[in-house]
């Protein structure tokens, strides 16, 4: 009876040990966590005051997305036999110089993808992988502070396509007025004197005008999330024929190291570009501005993300 008291015993101890002791590391690691968080909170200090220092501020960060996929004998299907894929990414990159008495702003954003769809019972179809996405645009944005956020700024921006068709159409907006920065990251460029040059090869119905120019961007990294908006606009004094906006966005969240996941969807309104396609695409040789089907122009990627 005795030895059994004991044995109790010594297992209420040691429940009461170990319970005990759970206590107390948890006790230490709220402790620990504490001087962390505290830390931490230094850090976050010091690095606001590193990034509101004049001089460079550059980044990079982008999405991959693909699939590939084959198929033999897969009757459920309308053609069995194929090999299909898909395949894109997209980078935005910027480097900024801040200064006390002027900025010098510099943004690129592309995005390319390619897809595959191979009918292996028809040997005249294309086996290979055909242009899908393509998106390139570049801009240098430079202004002189005339007041805490209001700049007098020159733009150059440049944008056609990589893959197929490059500088047919391309766009180069250059112009002089106001830059607007009333937060950290946001910048708005207004313009007003703005020619927009429209390089097209042979005949097309292309062609450059004079206009007002308006960006807005807003850029920022907070803690793993990366997101990019850039809306870039071009009114035609001419006619509202020759106007033209694009709207883009991208967006990821890293989840281990520097990969993750990642989103972009970009707009875009270009009445000239229709036109062009309707004509030079579809055939459709009579189409003039005014009966021409200016559908809103669309994409999307999204895939793995890689920050650097």
């Given at each position: 009876m005795k030895k059994l008291f004991f044995t109790l015993l010594l297992c209420v101890s040691v429940v009461s040990l170990n319970a005990q002791t759970k206590e107390e590391l948890q006790a230490q690691k709220a402790e620990k966590q504490a001087i962390a968080d505290a830390a931490q909170g230094e850090a976050n200090a010091l690095q606001a005051k590193i990034d509101a220092l004049p001089g460079w501020r550059k980044g990079a960060f982008g999405t991959i997305g693909g699939s590939l996929s084959n198929f033999n004998n897969w009757y459920a299907q309308g053609s069995p036999n194929n090999a299909s894929g898909n395949i894109g990414f997209t980078v935005n990159a910027f480097a900024n110089l801040i200064e006390d008495k002027f900025f010098w702003r510099n943004s690129l954003t592309t995005n390319l993808n390619w897809v595959k769809f191979d009918d292996k019972d028809d040997p005249s179809d294309d086996d290979g992988f055909r242009t899908g996405t393509d998106v390139f645009n570049i801009s240098s944005l430079y202004g002189r502070n005339i007041a805490k956020n209001l700049a007098v700024s020159g733009l150059a921006e440049y944008r056609t396509t990589l893959l197929d068709n490059f500088n047919d159409p391309g766009y180069l907006d250059v112009g002089v007025g106001l830059t607007w920065?009333?937060?950290?990251?946001?910048?708005?460029?207004?313009?007003?004197?703005?020619?927009?040059?429209?390089?097209?090869?042979?005949?097309?119905?292309?062609?450059?005008?004079?206009?007002?120019?308006?960006?807005?961007d807003y850029t920022r990294q907070i803690g793993a999330v990366n997101f990019k908006t850039n809306l870039s606009a071009f009114q035609s004094y001419k006619s509202g024929?020759?106007?033209?906006?694009?709207?883009?966005?991208?967006?990821?969240?890293?989840?281990?190291?520097?990969?993750?996941?990642?989103?972009?969807?970009?707009?875009?309104?270009?009445?000239?570009?229709?036109?062009?396609?309707?004509?030079?695409?579809?055939?459709?040789?009579?189409?003039?501005?005014?009966?021409?089907?200016?559908?809103?122009?669309?994409?999307?990627?999204?895939?793995?993300?890689?920050?650097?």
């Open positions: 920065t009333p937060i950290e990251n946001f910048i708005l460029v207004v313009h007003p004197l703005n020619y927009n040059f429209v390089f097209a090869d042979g005949d097309s119905v292309f062609e450059s005008s004079l206009g007002a120019k308006i960006v807005a024929d020759y106007s033209n906006w694009t709207w883009s966005n991208s967006f990821s969240y890293t989840l281990w190291k520097m990969i993750g996941v990642g989103f972009d969807f970009g707009l875009r309104n270009n009445k000239q570009e229709a036109l062009n396609y309707s004509i030079e695409t579809l055939g459709n040789t009579d189409e003039t501005f005014d009966s021409v089907d200016n559908d809103l122009q669309t994409y999307y990627t999204l895939g793995l993300s890689y920050s650097f």
